[in-house]
């Protein structure tokens, strides 16, 4: 957990997917989050968090259904999604925060 608030504390944003291996919409954020991640390089951190093996992680976070997309700036929660979100979308919100 110590870690997760190190990483979430930068100065760029950290983009972070709460994700589960069973889930379809899941695995179809893997390749936009790719894309992202080539596009914006290192203007972003990209975190993927099983919830199933990260429950209590999960829970601190509410979330409830994955895929949910929470995108944080220095420590603090920015953005939230639930649900698969677009490349384009997603570039515009990492960076507009």
């Known amino acids: 957990m110590s870690k997760f ?9 950290v983009l ?8 379809g919409p899941c695995k179809m954020m893997s390749p936009i989050l790719k894309q992202v991640k080539d596009n914006l390089g290192d203007r972003v951190s990209i975190l993927k ?8 992680l ?8 994955v895929p949910t997309m929470i995108l944080f ?3 603090a929660q920015v953005w939230r999604q639930s649900g698969v979100v677009q490349k384009e979308e997603l ?6 925060s």
């Open 5 to 13: 608030s190190e990483i979430i504390n930068q100065d760029k944003p």
């Open 16 to 23: 972070v997917d709460f994700f589960a291996e069973w889930c």
């Open 49 to 56: 968090i099983d919830v199933d093996k990260n429950q209590p």
């Open 58 to 65: 999960a829970a601190k976070y509410q979330v409830r259904g």
């Open 73 to 75: 700036k220095n420590g």
């Open 91 to 96: 570039i515009q919100i990492i960076t507009a």
